[in-house]
């Protein structure tokens, strides 16, 4: 009898009630036991929404009250783990339902203390949030033998007077007022006031965790009170929220042999993929988020969407993407910074301030940039403390992110005459030429890139190489795979390098404008022509082959001869030109060579621009894997069985003229 895998419910932010479902939890508790073990017990993280930070701090919750029978299955609850178990009060704060204005939030907390003290039958007393915050901390402290635990109905009683307070999304009502300084400074005070309560309590306080999504210095609320420690970008806390690659494989791996039958069932997936590529792909679209530069999680929210509903979207953004970016307000000249590819980012770990928050800064801190490779490491020594400073590269994490940026903002910002059904036309058009791109279906992609560019203003439109170029990087940026400019290698930067589902795509581009030849020189014979296949004489209003059409052999051929005639035959000179120069270029330089080592298919790719628009497209395979695998007949969520053997060949490029097929 085959085994069903239960349905997955994924959104779940509660301990107790995953675990009741019988859903998985993702052992996080290794990297909780050192938080607990801090030398400093007030401690700030942040990471971006629906990356679990709810679920981290319930699952403290119930370990800060020695709930130990729920833990026997996790790293902490091992006799091994050294956790000693006291059970203490815990008082738990969530910001995030509170309201926005600052006379409805002290009113909120206020009530939310009240209701609290309730439920330990504390009587409690008309006051502001922060005094009553104090008189509920100290009446549990001095009565900890007296008032039971709220764990379940039961009635144990703490085993240590002081208590832990868990607050999450401590930044939330801030957020909410970026776009009104004067709320945002009200709000600041109430905040400010009521934290402020827990200094004076601080002595009779356990553990003080704080969990948000940004980090402020001018506006912190923190300010009244000894600034919590940040660990966002300490490396050994770099993968407690988000999941990382093996977590999936350990936890979810009958989910993803589902997910893989019903996609190649479906024709998602070629017959012929693995269950390898099936991960690469998963990687691609939600991988790559980091807060140390070395190690890299997945966003957990869309994985567990993606193996629920077995289809690729963009779960993440959707639940509130935009909201935040718009009322970030960042500058157009922001938005080409994150699309450049080539920005850096400076993280600053100290006990005494929190980073400002900037628009760079504030979308690393929310998932839409992330660190990447360390690029200096400088450290600073004061009279009382010491800072580490350490500066990054940062780019977009992954094809979710960068889909929805491009949609939401980089069509807007390119395109602000089209309407809005032109610009999911246009939408439409990029993610079909991304996918001909892929499919090496050189004559469709290079016809969408046509489309792509006629949608440009008249204004707008420059005829420069750096142009063509940055609308292609536009257009790829709805690629579902991994897009980077002028990648920097030893020998120079390769236009573009796109990773996409176990292929390696080295693009260089190439453009000629007719108006900068000089026509009177403009002369060719056939042995300086390359074997243009497939070219179109589009501005003749018929379509005709070269190569079977036209015989240029053994003549020479005067281009001002006929106007029409001299149009398409420069413009398909100069492009078949463009496409030997990128793939000369490409050999010359290496730019494929350090992708060889691997077992993706690598291609070069020639882009050829002429005239206003005319594009060709062509590919040169350079690095080639087979693949024999042995699928057998199992349970896939009990055995393994698949065998894959990967060889690579390197084929050196054979530059010679007829070798060049040209679509366009």
Known sequence: MVQKIRELT??????????????????????????????????LLTRPRRFWKTLLISTMEQILLGNRELFNNFAIGQLNSGYDWKSSHVIRLDMSNIGAKAEIIEESLTQYIHDLSEDYNIEPRLSESGP?????????????????????????TADVPEVAVLIDEYDSPMIRNMNDPENLKAVKNVLSNFYMSLKSVAHFTRFLFVTGMTTFSQYSPFSSLNSPIDITFAQKYSTICGFTPNEILRNYIGKIFESYDELVANKILSKHSTVTDLLNSIRDWYDGYSWDGKNKVLNPLSVLAFLKWKKFGRYWYKTGGPGFLQRLQ?????????????????????????????????????????LGAETDDIRTETDDIESETVRYNIAIPNTE?????????????????????????????????????????GAKAARLLQIFFSNVSHQNFEETEAFYKSHIEKALYFSRGHLTAEESKSEGDADFVLKMRGHVF???VKYHNLASDDENETKMTITETPNVHGAKLDDLGTTIDLTDSVNFRGKTVNLKKSKKMESGHRKSKLLA????????????????????TGTADVWAVAVSVAGKGKVAISYLQVGHREIWYIDCQYHAWNTLCQLQLSFVFNIKLMLIFNKYPVQH
């Open 506 to 508: 080295v693009i260089e």
């Open 577 to 596: 030109r463009g496409i030997t120069l990128a793939f000369e270029q490409i050999e010359d330089k290496g730019y494929a060579t350090p992708y060889l």
């Open 132 to 156: 009553a915050l104090v008189r509920l901390i100290r009446k549990l402290h001095n009565s900890f033998k007296k008032i039971p635990l709220l764990v379940g109905g039961e009635t144990r």
């Open 10 to 43: 994924y959104g779940i932010q509660d301990f107790t009630t995953l675990l009741e479902k019988g859903e998985v939890y993702v052992d996080k508790t290794s990297q909780i036991l050192q938080l607990l073990n801090e030398e400093s017990n007030s401690i």
């Open 401 to 441: 992110v960068r889909m929805s940026f491009a949609e939401d903002y980089l069509i807007g910002m390119e395109y602000p005459l089209l309407s809005l059904q032109a610009r999911k036309d246009l939408i439409k058009i990029s993610t079909e030429f991304s996918n001909a791109f892929y499919d090496r279906d």
């Open 330 to 370: 960042a500058t157009d000249e922001d938005y080409f910074k994150v699309f450049s590819g080539k920005l850096s980012y400076t993280a600053t770990v100290t006990d005494l301030e929190l980073a400002q928050l900037s628009a760079i800064s504030a979308l690393v801190a929310t998932g839409y940039l992330t």
